[in-house]
């Protein structure tokens, strides 16, 4: 009778399993290296049985697997922003709905991150002429209308963009010396209309584009502002 190796270990182990478990922890406890390198030659050989095997084990534990996920991108941030950066480089349009699929499925959410993302982002650009300059005139031009909606953006209806209506002042016969870019806001001077908001009908489209454009716009001071008032 010939002996057959393979079948007598499945025998042997068959009849000894936690001899043999307790064997190949201390083996694998020895030998990381060839553990590792024994994993990554068998997932090359045997792919569709590797996919298999994960698919199981993260329908099995799920909660295992979301924590496992949680640690590794903690400890692996950058890696992770690079893999992203370049999935959706190379995604575009997987990327775009994965994105829409998001916000529709979490619209609480997304309404959150929105209002969180805005206010880092006007503290960030608190002090940031540009930034007060089109904030300052985009709520002007609201608060003008008392709740109507404007048909198109602030700085298309002032005709120019916020660097071009800062040139367009620092030209004006009453910008004076003393005035920058960086003392624009209360304390220092204001954006102007020389005929006033109270002269125009803003019920009419024309007078209120007219109203807010740059050439009826200039700098003045802010507490001479004050004093002006409506006139």
């Not at 709905?97 to 609480?108: D, G, I, T």
């Not at 880092?120 to 109507?148: D, F, T």
């Amino acid at each position: 009778m010939t002996f057959n190796k393979k079948e007598h270990g499945k025998k042997y182990r068959a009849a000894h399993r936690e001899q043999c478990r307790e064997y190949g922890r201390q083996w694998r406890a020895k030998n990381p290296e060839k553990v590792r390198e024994n994993s990554r030659r068998w997932r090359a050989e045997n792919p569709e049985k590797t996919k298999q095997q994960s698919r199981n084990y993260r329908t099995a534990h799920p909660e295992r697997v979301r924590e496992s996920n949680r640690k590794w991108t903690a400890a692996n941030r950058e890696k992770v922003r690079g893999y992203l950066r370049k999935w959706k480089t190379e995604n575009p349009e997987k990327y775009r709905a994965a994105v829409r699929k998001w916000k529709a499925e979490n619209p609480e959410k997304l309404s959150e991150q929105n209002k969180k993302d805005l206010k880092k982002y006007h503290e960030k650009n608190r002090n940031n002429p540009i930034h007060k300059m089109h904030q300052n005139m985009r709520s002007g031009m609201n608060a003008s209308l008392k709740g109507r909606y404007k048909s198109t953006s602030t700085m298309k209806i002032i005709g120019c963009t916020v660097e071009e209506l800062f040139e367009h002042l620092e030209s004006c016969v009453s910008w004076e010396s003393w005035m920058t870019r960086e003392n624009y806001g209360k304390g220092g001077w204001d954006v102007d209309h020389i005929i006033a908001i109270t002269k125009w009908d803003y019920k009419c489209p024309l007078q209120f584009a007219l109203c807010w454009d740059k050439s009826n716009l200039q700098p003045m001071e802010h507490i001479a502002n004050i004093k002006k008032g409506g006139r």
